[in-house]
């Protein structure tokens, strides 16, 4: 876990990355953080600080990713690069549509 005279702009930036998707994904399953807590195991205070941009462990970490129901790499996502992503993936599956269509009037 970080100290709080922590300097390092980016891995601050990646800590606050994971405690806004974790209280979003909390959020969305209308789940309190003592409920998060009990279910993942982990200390009411550690989630606190975890969304509070603190951070913590992996293992605590992973504990919480699948409390939630996820993979502990999709807290590292900003909701951007989740966007982009997904805009990728449509780009990509309308090529191989188009190109198979192609294929099948040959």
Not at 5 to 21: A, M
Not at 45 to 65: F, N, Q, R
Request: with cysteine.
């Amino acid at each position: 876990m970080p100290r709080k005279t922590q300097t390092n702009p980016r891995l601050l930036e990646v800590y606050r990355i994971i405690g806004d998707n974790i209280s979003r994904r909390r959020g969305t399953k209308k789940m309190s953080k003592k409920k998060l807590a009990e279910i993942s195991g982990v200390s009411r205070s550690t989630i606190i600080g975890a969304e509070d941009g603190l951070g913590c462990s992996l293992e605590k970490l992973t504990m919480i990713a699948e409390a939630l129901g996820c993979e502990v790499q999709d807290l590292f996502v900003t909701e951007k690069d989740r966007e982009e992503i997904s805009y990728k993936q449509v780009l990509f599956w309308k090529k191989m549509s188009e190109t198979l269509s192609d294929k099948i009037k040959q």
